[in-house]
């Protein structure tokens, strides 16, 4: 039903050609629905021939994936797009259901910086500021009315960092002792030992005060 | 036939009281706390279970309906406090009268709970008022507010009310406090600058 679209291939061929491009778009198939890689440069092409072109009216969300260990690292934006005229019910019972599609783009770690697309939707101007603070992403040509550019939407005057990069440490974690399991499966208190592999944003142990014992 | 009561208050003359009439005082003040509810998260849900029929803490003579801090005695904090609220809790807690009361219930006012290492979580409500006291759980039953309740009843039943204990309960504000900046409304920047 979610794969309403079409299979990936094909999607990837579609948008690959409408942009002009040689070769078809990478595109998978992400637990039902398709996702589809576009390059940087083509973010905001894309996503406008997806609109007019592809029927996909409405914008669901629009976030980012910190990948550090991807091949490159960087972070990805991706976009939820879907046809809202679609839907389960719509063309009968055997309909094709609801028609959506995921884009997505691979930013380099040297340059978070990709094309805004509230021209598109003026929704996406929350998404995008909270991108903006949670990963450190630039959208060039960000205008959601206000002039006031882009800018934090959720945190605190004054926070300083960008909190869903794996890159940004929890600095609870070391600052304040905690008793009991600090990690599913750790039946006992105490800090990991040094040789399993931290979740992303755990300090290592020798930050903070040193627990009693250690 | 309408009698004219004064309305009883903790003023300097309980000090003077004599005991029977402070045991009249404190079963008043116990029996009839106006919740100011600040109902953030998942434990505001539990709070409203609470509150009706099954549970039903009005019959302990808490009753919900405070239209505000200021004509409220008792604050229940239930749910996370994000750092962003923070200051909001401080202000609304300074806006109610004395004699005051805090309740922190759950987890997450108690101490920051499950989301204790957030990047924005202040761990426990305590860190910014002071709480009496704290009811434990993800989220606490229902029946467990009912015996915080009971337990506060104890300890307000308990009061001496003594010079010592009012100058306790009085924390006299810090020169620092009394001339911090006010948050305006938006946010946006101080409504009064310091020290004016």
Not at chain 1, 77 to 90: I, M, P, Q
Not at chain 2, 25 to 31: A, E, K, P, Q, S
Not at chain 2, 99 to 105: C, D, G, N, R
């Amino acid at each position: 039903m979610s794969l309403a679209i079409g299979s990936p291939d094909a999607v990837g061929q579609r948008l690959g050609s409408a942009l002009g491009l040689d070769a078809p778009l990478p595109a998978h198939d992400a637990q039902g629905t398709v996702c589809v890689d576009v390059p940087r440069e083509r973010w905001h092409d894309a996503l406008a021939l997806a609109r007019s072109d592809g029927g996909m009216d409405m914008l669901d969300w629009l976030s980012a994936v910190d990948e550090p260990d991807g091949d490159p690292a960087g972070v990805d934006v991706v976009a939820h797009l879907v046809d809202s005229r679609s839907g389960r019910g719509v063309g009968g019972p055997g309909g094709p259901g609801l028609v959506r599609l995921l884009a997505r783009t691979r930013l380099p770690l040297a340059d978070l910086a990709v094309a805004s697309v509230t021209d598109l939707w003026p929704g996406a101007a929350w998404h995008e500021r909270e991108t903006h603070e949670m990963f450190g992403v630039r959208f060039d040509g960000f205008d959601d009315g206000t002039g006031q550019g882009l800018r934090p939407l959720l945190l605190p005057d004054g926070f300083e960092g960008t909190p869903l990069r794996k890159s940004f440490v929890l600095a609870a974690r070391a600052s304040k002792p905690w008793p009991g399991a600090k990690e599913p499966g750790e039946s006992d208190a105490g800090p990991p030992s040094r040789r399993k592999v931290l979740p992303p944003g755990v300090p290592d142990p020798s930050w903070g005060p040193r627990e009693a014992g250690t | 036939m309408a009698v004219d009561l004064p309305a009883p208050r903790v003023g300097p003359l309980a000090e003077a009281a004599p005991r029977p009439l402070r045991l009249v005082l404190n079963w008043g003040r116990r029996y009839s706390l106006w919740v100011f509810n600040f109902g953030l998260a998942c434990c505001a849900i539990e709070f409203i279970a609470a509150s009706m029929a099954r549970h039903d803490f009005i019959r302990l003579g808490v009753i919900p309906f405070a239209p505000g801090p200021r004509q409220a005695d008792l604050m229940i904090v239930s749910g996370t406090v994000t750092d962003k609220m923070a200051p909001a809790i401080k202000r609304l807690y300074e806006q109610m009268p004395e004699p005051k009361y805090v309740i922190s219930f759950g987890a997450c006012s108690n101490s920051g709970g499950p989301y204790w290492d957030s990047y924005c979580v202040t761990k426990g409500v305590d860190q910014i008022i002071p709480a009496d006291v704290y009811v434990p759980g993800c989220p606490p039953r229902p029946e467990a507010l009912l015996h915080g309740i009971l337990r506060l009843q104890e300890k307000i039943a308990a009061e001496q009310v003594s010079g010592a204990a009012i100058a306790q309960r009085r924390r006299p504000a810090s020169a620092a406090q009394l001339t911090r900046p006010l948050v305006g409304p938006g946010g946006s920047g101080p409504l009064r600058p310091a020290g004016s």
